[in-house]
């Protein structure tokens, strides 16, 4: 799916709208989830306190200590993340997730950002999430502009998250005017390129053979 909304922004030669990919790259994205974030989604989501205790239980009280020259340190707590390569690790990231999928389903639904679809008259795709690379795909406006960042924004303020600027990029479709070009990357910090490489294993980067 990421590959086709790709190919579709890039292919786009409609003069009224720009379009763009833009990927946000999350800095070490299980080491910085908020706890309290956490724990606060799980409530708004209606699950049992007693499954939140659960939770709590088994995310907190993990304990570290770390190896140097040989010599074993104290064990010491941490105050926030999730361990990699716990089996409640993922599942607990993807319902945090689900605060900044929220964000933008409402924005889509209030009409501050409009997404893409792959054909006319398919449903309007504004986002895909998995783990630290998140990828946004939208019609542009200044409008748009605003309400992206400003969600993105808050999402890292609330959730503990940091942006990746250096591996977060920007693609535009080809009729995207130069203004809104300047304007999206001066909000969003990030730079543009042509290239993409590959999400979840799948090349984005694909071109028309031409005969």
Known sequence: MAQELTHTIRSSKNKKHGMAVIKIDMSKAFDRVSWVFLFNLLGNLNFPPHWIQLVKECVTTVQYYVIVNGQTSDTFFPKCGLRQGDILSPILFALYSEALSSTFLHLQEIKDIKGVSIVKNDPLISHLLFADDNYF??????????ALSSA?????????????????????????PAHIKIVSLSSLGISSSDTF?????????????RK
Not at 137 to 146: Q, S
Not at 152 to 176: A, E, L, R, V
Not at 197 to 209: F, K, M, Q
Request: with cysteine; charged share 10%; net charge neutral.
């Open 197 to 209: 490489g590959s999400y979840l294993g799948v090349p984005l980067d694909i071109t028309t053979n």
């Open 137 to 146: 795909f939208i019609h542009l406006d200044n409008k748009t502009i605003c």
């Open 152 to 176: 993105i924004s808050t999402f890292c303020k609330d959730s503990g998250q940091i942006i990746n600027y250096h591996k977060s990029i920007i693609t535009f479709s080809p009729n995207t």
